[in-house]
Nanobody, 127 residues
Framework: VQLVESGGGLVQDGGSLRLSCEAS????????MGWFRQAPGKEREFVAAINRSGSSTYYADSAKGRFTISRDNAKNTAYLQMNILKPEDTAVYYC?????????????????????WGKGTLVTVSS
């Protein structure tokens, strides 16, 4: 499975961005999807997760109330809507897919459980 992120860029403090992640698979609906980020000098961290149907989501505390994860299985695409962006949100954002049978989205707190990764898209929030 190949994942391609898009939508990153430079935005001012308080602004919004929408990231997209397109998957090259006909069975996109079989994968749980997650968004992660990595700031310079820091470890990769979990941001948000969504189950196969899109009916359940889970967020890192830093994302709650500001970010929304969604998916369109007909378009093989996952999204991350980011609002009220802060300079500390500056990072490379990655989408990832998990092919396991579990329904527990909290598993994604450990980014190592993900099976496929995109190359990332840079988000820079200026103060």
């Amino acid at each position: 499975v190949q994942l391609v992120e898009s939508g990153g860029g430079l935005v001012q403090d308080g602004g919004s961005l929408r990231l997209s992640c397109e998957a090259s698979t006909r069975i996109f609906s079989m994968y749980r999807m997650g968004w992660f980020r990595q700031a310079p000098g820091k470890e990769r961290e979990f941001v948000a997760a969504i189950n196969r149907s899109g009916s359940s989501t889970y967020y890192a505390d830093s994302a709650k109330g500001r970010f929304t994860i969604s998916r369109d299985n007909a378009k093989n695409t996952a999204y991350l809507q980011m609002n009220i962006l802060k300079p500390e949100d500056t990072a490379v954002y990655y989408c990832a897919a998990n092919r396991g049978l579990s329904t527990d989205l909290k598993e994604f707190l450990n980014y190592r459980v993900m099976d496929y990764w995109g190359k990332g898209t840079l988000v820079t929030v200026s103060s």
